[in-house]
C-alpha cells in the first residue's frame, strides 16, 4: 500500500494561516514529521485557491521539496496553480486531481502528459457525485478513454472513486468497496486510490481512525492501490505495512459473514468488530458505534 498524508492542508488551523502568510516554519515541520511518519507522497492540499493559488502553489513546492525526498501530490482544483507546481517541482509528483468536468478534464490531461506526472482519475462529472458503482464504472471507462487518446496511459493513472462519510450515506460507502472488486477489469493498469478520512468525516474526533483503518482493510482486500491518510495515526501505518495480520483476518471473516461473538473479543479487535459491521451496512451507524 501507498500512503499519501493528507496533514499539510489549508484547512489546518496553524498551517492555513501559514500558507496564507509565506511562513515556511511550520509547512517545512509538517513536511519533515510526516516524512518522519514513514509516508511515502506528502500532499499538498492548497483547496481551491481561487486567487494567487499559482503563487502559492509554486511556493510550497519549493518549500517542501528541499527537505523530503518523497513524492509529492498536489492537490487543488486550480488547474492554474497545478501547472505552477509542476513547473516548480524538481522530482517526482502526482496531480491530485483531474476531475471528469468537461470544461477541466482536456486541460488536467495535458497537463499530465506535458509533465510527465502521474494523475488522480477523481470520479466526478458535470452531474457532481456519481450516485452508485455503476456511474463510478462508467465514468471509469470515460476517463481512460479520453487519458488515452490524449497520450496518458492507464498505469499513470490513480482512480479515485470518492468516499463519503459513513454518517451521511452508507449506500456510498458500500459502493466504493464494490468498485474496488470491479477496477482491475474494466481499466487494467489503473492504479487505485481513496481519501479515507472522508468515511469518518462527521465522526467524534478521537473515534475517527477506527473508521479509517477499518475501511483500509476493506478496499485494501480488493487490491486497493494507495490511499489519502493521517500520517500520525500509528495504527494505520503499522496495518498497511502488513504488521497487523491478526486485525486485517477479523476483518475479512466479517466481511465473509462469518459468526464472531463479539463481546467475548479484547476492546481493540471488539471495535474492529463493531466498525466492519457499520461499514458493511450490517448496523446502522451513529456516533456510539463503537458502544452498542
Ligand atoms: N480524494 C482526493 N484528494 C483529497 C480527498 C479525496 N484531498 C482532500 C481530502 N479528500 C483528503 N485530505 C484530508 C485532509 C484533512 C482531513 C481530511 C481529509 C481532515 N482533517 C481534520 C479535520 O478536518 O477535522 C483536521 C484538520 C487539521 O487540523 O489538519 O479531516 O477524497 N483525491
Not at 515541520?29 to 509516508?39: D, H, S
Not at 499530465?112 to 457532481?128: C, E, F, P, Q, V
Not at 454518517?167 to 459502493?175: L, R
Request: a negative charge; one cysteine or more.
Amino acid at each position: 500500500m501507498i500512503l499519501i498524508g493528507e496533514n499539510l492542508n489549508v484547512m489546518s488551523q496553524t498551517l492555513g494561516p501559514a500558507l496564507r502568510e509565506r511562513n515556511a516554519g511550520p509547512i517545512v515541520e509538517m513536511a519533515r514529521a510526516e516524512t518522519a511518519a514513514g509516508v511515502d507522497l506528502i500532499d499538498l492540499n492548497i483547496g481551491p485557491a481561487r486567487r494567487g493559488g499559482d503563487e502559492l502553489m509554486a511556493w510550497v513546492v519549493n518549500t517542501v521539496q528541499g527537505i523530503t525526498d518523497k513524492m509529492l501530490s498536489l492537490d487543488t482544483t486550480n488547474l492554474d496553480a497545478m501547472e505552477a507546481g509542476l513547473k516548480a517541482r524538481q522530482g517526482p509528483v502526482l496531480i491530485n486531481s483531474v476531475s471528469l468536468q468537461t470544461s477541466r478534464v482536456d486541460r488536467g490531461l495535458e497537463l499530465a502528459r506535458k509533465y510527465n506526472a502521474d494523475l488522480i482519475g477523481l470520479l466526478w462529472s458535470n452531474d457532481g457525485m456519481p450516485r452508485d458503482v455503476n456511474e463510478r464504472a462508467m465514468h471509469t471507462v470515460d476517463f481512460i478513454y479520453k487519458a488515452n487518446a490524449l497520450g496518458v496511459p492507464n498505469e499513470r493513472i490513480w482512480v479515485d472513486p470518492i468516499a463519503s462519510p459513513v454518517s451521511v450515506e452508507i449506500n456510498q460507502v458500500k459502493a466504493c468497496v464494490e468498485f474496488m472488486t470491479m477496477l482491475g477489469e474494466i481499466a487494467p493498469g489503473c492504479k487505485s486510490t481513496v481519501g479515507l478520512s472522508n468515511v469518518s468525516n462527521g465522526a467524534p474526533h478521537d473515534l475517527r481512525g477506527w473508521l479509517n483503518r477499518t475501511y483500509m482493510i476493506m478496499l485494501m482486500r480488493y487490491g486497493l492501490h494507495s490511499a489519502i491518510v493521517d500520517a500520525f495515526d500509528k495504527d494505520l501505518i503499522q496495518i498497511a505495512r502488513g504488521r497487523r495480520p491478526d486485525i486485517v483476518a477479523l476483518v475479512h471473516k466479517l466481511m465473509d459473514g462469518e459468526a464472531v461473538d463479539i463481546a467475548s473479543l479484547p476492546r481493540e479487535m471488539a471495535n474492529y468488530a463493531r466498525t466492519v459491521r457499520v461499514l458493511k451496512g450490517d448496523s446502522l451507524y451513529s456516533h456510539s458505534w463503537l458502544e452498542v
